[in-house]
T-cell receptor, first 116, second 114 residues
Framework: AQSVAQPEDQVNVAEGNPLTVKCTYS??????LFWYVQYPNRGLQFLLK??????LVKGSYGFEAEFNKSQTSFHLKKPSALVSDSALYFC??????????????FGSGTKLNVKP | NAGVTQTPKFRVLKTGQSMTLLCAQD?????MYWYRQDPGMGLRLIHY???????AKGEVPDGYNVSRLKKQNFLLGLESAAPSQTSVYFC?????????????FGPGTRLTVL
């Protein structure tokens, strides 16, 4: 079965410190990997994605993510957190064409709290 | 471009009432999805569509029906609402052109069933 895990319900970090939000997956083949952010009472906004190539991908608002194939992980990172980064973050996976790529699989979400 | 829009934004229903949620996208996307979001449970797929006139069940389809009569619209129906269907509903769309395309999400519909 395809699954995505975000092991931390909540991550707390002080403003200016680096942040990491973790994501691991169990999906057939070489999937496409995504991070989304959700602010209160809003829809999900796309942050970044990994398709192929360089394991470190850069996205919106200074976020980046590191793909690790051997650990099947796709952790979201930012060198210096801002209070405005406080939100709910979702990791998502889309299987490749050979494995029902019509669907996206989402983690349960991680609430990021950045304190001043 | 309006992207993905959802109507209505809020709705309160009584148990047993019916309603239809409308999702519209102006990006000519082939794929459309309906999710529900509940606290601590992330997003759960209700139904999805890979093209006009085709729909398929997702993870939690019971109690919902969908229709995709036009490429740009995807309707989610509740025939007889139940309190367990109190949730926030999100529509999303994506294209199959190219590789690894992300989903675009609507702003959500907050539904309360009393």
């Amino acid at each position: 079965a395809q699954s995505v895990a975000q092991p931390e319900d909540q991550v707390n970090v002080a403003e200016g410190n680096p942040l990491t939000v973790k994501c691991t997956y169990s999906v057939s083949g070489n999937p496409y990997l995504f991070w989304y952010v959700q602010y209160p009472n809003r829809g999900l906004q796309f942050l970044l994605k990994y398709i192929t190539g360089d394991n470190l991908v850069k996205g919106s608002y200074g976020f980046e993510a590191e793909f690790n194939k051997s650990q099947t992980s796709f952790h979201l990172k930012k060198p210096s957190a801002l209070v405005s980064d406080s939100a709910l973050y979702f990791c998502a996976v889309r299987p490749p064409a050979a494995y029902n790529f019509n669907k996206f699989y989402f983690g349960s979400g991680t609430k990021l709290n950045v304190k001043p | 471009n309006a992207g993905v829009t959802q109507t209505p934004k809020f709705r309160v229903l009584k148990t047993g009432q019916s309603m239809t949620l409308l999702c519209a996208q102006d990006m000519n996307h082939e794929y459309m999805y309906w999710y529900r979001q509940d606290p601590g449970m992330g997003l759960r797929l209700i139904h999805y569509s890979v093209g006009e006139g085709t729909t398929a069940k997702g993870e939690v389809p019971d109690g919902y029906n969908v229709s995709r009569l036009k490429k740009q619209n995807f309707l989610l129906g509740l025939e007889s609402a139940a309190p367990s269907q109190t949730s926030v509903y999100f529509c999303a769309s994506t294209t199959l052109k190219g590789k690894g395309n992300e989903q675009f999400f609507g702003p959500g519909t907050r539904l309360t069933v009393l």
